[in-house]
């Protein structure tokens, strides 16, 4: 059974910092793509970063680009993401993902919900201004 548990969420001012964690069990971990994804109330689900690989290629939204970084450890099968100057837009649910990896996957593969098996319940990202 895959599962995938992250942890790291909080309530932190702007300006502020967080990193969270996802630890994922019961798959191969070296052999998918990780990815996050955030929920704001009232919103879709929308594309933060993904990782497809260990060392390789990265992919982020324009709204976080410069501000979070997206790692993966194969050894502890644990992605994570850094979060740096957080805004009050970044509250939300943030959510990692697993999902099968093609040989000629892009950003547009990467960050589509569809493109992801399975994901975890979540954590709660709030900023205050």
């Known amino acids: 059974q895959v599962q995938l548990v992250e942890s790291g969420g909080g309530l932190v001012q702007a300006g502020g910092s967080l990193r969270l964690s996802c630890a994922a069990s019961?798959?191969?971990?070296?052999?998918?793509?990780m990815g996050w994804f955030r929920q704001a109330p009232g919103k879709e689900r929308e594309f933060v970063a993904a990782?497809?690989?260990?060392?390789?290629?990265?992919y982020y939204a324009d709204s976080v680009k410069g501000r979070f970084t997206i790692s993966r450890d194969n050894a502890k099968n644990t992605v994570y993401l850094q979060m740096n100057n957080l805004k009050p837009e970044d509250t939300a649910v943030y959510s990692c993902a697993a999902g099968n990896r093609p040989a000629l996957g892009s950003r547009s593969y990467y960050s589509a919900r569809r493109s992801y098996n399975y994901w975890g319940q979540g954590t709660q990202v709030a900023v205050s201004s």
């Open positions: 990782a497809p690989w260990s060392g390789g290629a990265t």
């Open positions: 019961g798959l191969t971990f070296s052999s998918y793509a």
